[in-house]
C-alpha cells in the first residue's frame, strides 16, 4: 500500500517535530521525570497552543475534527522524546470517549486547561477489559462509586477521572458497565501515587461513596461497553505509534554508537554482523510502522469484530518488534545501555511498559487466536 500524508498531516508533523526540537531534549525530558508532578505544564501549555490537544475532537465542541492517522503522527512524532505528559488520556481516549457525548468538559480538554486520566484497571483483571469490580448505584441527583482501580497513569495530579463502574451484572460481564468523568479531588477519593517501571507518575485510587453528579455520566449507565472498547482500541492505536517513534529512535541512536565507538583499531560499526543487527533492527520497525498505519487506519472500521482482531494484531506485532529492538539496541550499547542516564535505557523501558499496556503480546495473541485470526474457515 502506497501510504502517504496529506499536506496537513505533513503541516502538523513539522509542528511537532519543531516543537520536539526545542522542548523535548533528553536532559529537558529528564529533569521533568525527576520533578514532583512528573510531567511538564509548561510543554502541555504549548501542546494546547498548537492544537494538539484539541485533535481528536468535534468542531462542534471546540475541535480540530482530527482522525486517527492525525493522532498517530502526533504519537509516533513525540514518542521519539519519551514524553511524560498525559498525552494519552486527554487525547486518544478521551477523543474516543467524549467525541459524540456532547460533554461539557471538552472545550476545557481541547484547551489544556483540565487533564484526565483513564481510571478502568483493577488489580484482579490481568488484562480482561469487562472485569470490573467497581460499583456504581443511583442515588439522588446522581450516583455513588465503590472500589478500586490499579496503576492509573496521572491518577495522582489528573483533574479529572474517566471511571468505569458496574451498575448491574457479574464481574466479567461485558455489560452493565457504565463510565463517569469524576472530580479526582472529591470527597471519597484515595489516591497512592507512584512511578511506574518507565518513570510515568501513576496512582492507585480507592473510591468510598463518592458522589457523582448524574450530568457527569457518559452515554447510557449499563450501556459503556462499546465506549470501553472505544478506548481500548483508541489508546492500542496511539501506544503503537509512540512504539515506533521510540524504537526509531533507538536505532538511530545504536547507529551513531556504532560509528562513534572505537575498538580494535577503528569504530565497531564496521563489524558485519553488528550492521546486520542493525538491518534486523529496521526490518522490525518497519514491520511495526505498517502495523501502526494499519491500527490508525482501522480505527474507522465499522464491523466491530474486524476492528477488534486488528487492533489485537497490532498490538501482538508491535509488542514484539518493541522487545526486539530495544533489547538489541541496550545490547549493542552494551553496559551503557542500562543505566538511568542512557536515553536508550529509558526507551527500552518505555517499550516494555507499553508492551504491558492494555493487554500484553500474549492476552492479544489468544483474543486473536479466538477470532480465527486472518484466514478464513470454510463452513
Not at 132 to 137: L, W
Request: one cysteine or more; a negative charge.
Amino acid at each position: 500500500m502506497n501510504f502517504v500524508l496529506s499536506d496537513e498531516q505533513r503541516m502538523l508533523q513539522d509542528t511537532v517535530q519543531r516543537l520536539v526540537a526545542r522542548d523535548c531534549g533528553f536532559e529537558q525530558r529528564q529533569a521533568v521525570a525527576a520533578s514532583p508532578l512528573g510531567w511538564s505544564r509548561e510543554l502541555w501549555a504549548r501542546c494546547a497552543e498548537i492544537g494538539l490537544l484539541a485533535l481528536p475532537f468535534a468542531a462542534a465542541q471546540g475541535g480540530l475534527d482530527g482522525t486517527p492517522v492525525d493522532l498517530m503522527i502526533v504519537f509516533e512524532t513525540l514518542g521519539r522524546a519519551l514524553p511524560q505528559e498525559p498525552l494519552l488520556a486527554s487525547t486518544a481516549i478521551a477523543g474516543a470517549v467524549l467525541r459524540d457525548s456532547g460533554t461539557r468538559w471538552v472545550p476545557h480538554i481541547a484547551s489544556g486547561a483540565l487533564t484526565l486520566a483513564w481510571a478502568h484497571d483493577e488489580a484482579q483483571a490481568h488484562h480482561h477489559r469487562f472485569d470490573v469490580a467497581c460499583t456504581a448505584r443511583p442515588v439522588d441527583g446522581g450516583w455513588r462509586i465503590d472500589g478500586d482501580k490499579s496503576c492509573v497513569l496521572h491518577g495522582g495530579s489528573a483533574d479529572r477521572l474517566l471511571v468505569s463502574a458496574r451498575v448491574v451484572g457479574a464481574r466479567r460481564d461485558r455489560d452493565g458497565l457504565a463510565l463517569f468523568i469524576v472530580d479526582a479531588r472529591a470527597g471519597g477519593i484515595e489516591r497512592q501515587a507512584f512511578r511506574t517501571h518507565d518513570g510515568l507518575p501513576a496512582a492507585d485510587l480507592h473510591f468510598a461513596a463518592v458522589a457523582v453528579d448524574a450530568a457527569d455520566v457518559i452515554g447510557v449507565p449499563g450501556q459503556a461497553a462499546a465506549l470501553i472498547d472505544a478506548a481500548a482500541e483508541a489508546a492500542i492505536a496511539a501506544l503503537a505509534a509512540e512504539a515506533v517513534g521510540v524504537m526509531d529512535a533507538l536505532l538511530a541512536q545504536t547507529v551513531e554508537y556504532l560509528k562513534t565507538r572505537q575498538q580494535f583499531g577503528g569504530p565497531i560499526g564496521r563489524f558485519q554482523a553488528l550492521q546486520h543487527r542493525c538491518a534486523e533492527m529496521l526490518m522490525a520497525l518497519e514491520q511495526a510502522r505498517s502495523m501502526a498505519i494499519y491500527a490508525a487506519l482501522m480505527r474507522s472500521e465499522p464491523d466491530a469484530a474486524e476492528r477488534s482482531k486488528a487492533l489485537a494484531a497490532v498490538k501482538v506485532q508491535v509488542g514484539q518488534a518493541a522487545r526486539f529492538v530495544g533489547q538489541q539496541a541496550v545490547q549493542l550499547h552494551g553496559g551503557i545501555g542500562v543505566s538511568a542516564e542512557s536515553a536508550v535505557g529509558q526507551g527500552f523501558k518505555r517499550l516494555t511498559m507499553i508492551e504491558q499496556r492494555f493487554g500484553d503480546s500474549g492476552y492479544h495473541l489468544a483474543q486473536f487466536a479466538r477470532s480465527g485470526g486472518f484466514v478464513e474457515v470454510a463452513r
